[in-house]
C-alpha cells in the first residue's frame, strides 16, 4: 500500500451541545451530504480532508463527538492535539447558547495552549425561528477573543469558509512561529479522499438526535 504523505496535520474537533449540527456540518464539508435524520453521536468520529496552503500538503484531521451528556465519552485524548477547536450553537435553541462558556471551558481546561476558536452559530437557514441574534453571537465571540460565523449545514453557507478561515489560522500561527511569511497563504482543496471513520465501538443510540 502507497505510504500517505503530507507536511502537516491539523486536528480539528467540534464541540457543542447535542443536535447543533456538528455531524451535519462534519458530513456537508467532506461529502457535500446532509441528514435530516441524523442520530446522536455516540463516541467519537474523524473524518480526513488534504489541502494545500502554500505548496504545502496539509492533512486535516476533524473530530466529532457527541454533545449528549449521557453519551460523551469525552476524554482529554479528544482535545489532545487539536490546532483548532469550533464551538457549535444552534440559533435557534437559546440553551446551547447559554452552554457555550461550558464548552469553552472545558477547551481552556483540557485543550492544548494556542488552540484556535471559531464559535459557530449553526441552522441560519431557520431565520423564522431565529433566537439567538446574529449581533448576540458576535458579542460572545468578541468576550472568547475568536472569530464569529453562521453557518447552515442544510443549505450549504459558510461550511467550506469556516473550516478554510480555521486552517488559514493555525498556519498562519505555525508560520508566524517559525517567521517564514514570503510566500502566499492561498488554499485549495487538492484531492477528494474524503472520508469519515467511526471509531467507536459502542451500540447506536435508539433514539433520534432531537426527538
Ligand atoms: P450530537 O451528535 O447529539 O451531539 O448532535 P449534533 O450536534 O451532531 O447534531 P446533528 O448534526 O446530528 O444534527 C441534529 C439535527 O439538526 C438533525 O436533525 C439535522 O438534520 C439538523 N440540522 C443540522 N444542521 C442543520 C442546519 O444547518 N439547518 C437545519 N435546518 N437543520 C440542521
Ligand atoms: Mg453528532
Known amino acids: 500500500m502507497e505510504k500517505e504523505s503530507y507536511d502537516l496535520l491539523f486536528k480539528l474537533i467540534l464541540i457543542g451541545d447535542s443536535c447543533v449540527g456538528k455531524s451535519n456540518i462534519l458530513l456537508?464539508?467532506?461529502?457535500?451530504e446532509f441528514d435530516p435524520n441524523s442520530r446522536a453521536t455516540v463516541g467519537v468520529e474523524f473524518g480526513t480532508k488534504n489541502i494545500i496552503i502554500n505548496n504545502k500538503k496539509i492533512k486535516i484531521q476533524i473530530w466529532d463527538t457527541a454533545g449528549q451528556e449521557r453519551y460523551r465519552s469525552i476524554t482529554s485524548a479528544y482535545y489532545k492535539g487539536a490546532k483548532g477547536c469550533f464551538i457549535v450553537y444552534d440559533i435557534t435553541n437559546s440553551?446551547?447558547?447559554d452552554d457555550i462558556i461550558k464548552w469553552y471551558e472545558e477547551i481552556k481546561r483540557s485543550g492544548d495552549k494556542g488552540v484556535s476558536i471559531i464559535l459557530v452559530?449553526?441552522?441560519?437557514?431557520?431565520?423564522?425561528?431565529?433566537?439567538?441574534?446574529i449581533e448576540m453571537g458576535k458579542n460572545k465571540a468578541k468576550e472568547m477573543n475568536c472569530p464569529f460565523y453562521e453557518t447552515s449545514a442544510l443549505s450549504n453557507i459558510m461550511i467550506e469558509q469556516v473550516f478554510k478561515s480555521m486552517c488559514e489560522d493555525i498556519y498562519n500561527k505555525i508560520k508566524s512561529e517559525k517567521k517564514d511569511d514570503d510566500e502566499d497563504d492561498d488554499i485549495e482543496i487538492v484531492?477528494?479522499?474524503?472520508?469519515?471513520?467511526?471509531?467507536?465501538?459502542?451500540?447506536?443510540?435508539?433514539?433520534?438526535?432531537?426527538?
Open 28 to 32: 456537508k464539508y467532506l461529502k457535500n
Open 95 to 97: 440553551q446551547s447558547f
Open 121 to 133: 452559530g449553526n441552522k441560519c437557514d431557520l431565520e423564522n425561528e431565529r433566537k439567538i441574534t
Open 191 to 211: 484531492k477528494d479522499e474524503n472520508k469519515i471513520v467511526n471509531i467507536n465501538i459502542e451500540a447506536k443510540p435508539k433514539k433520534k438526535c432531537c426527538k
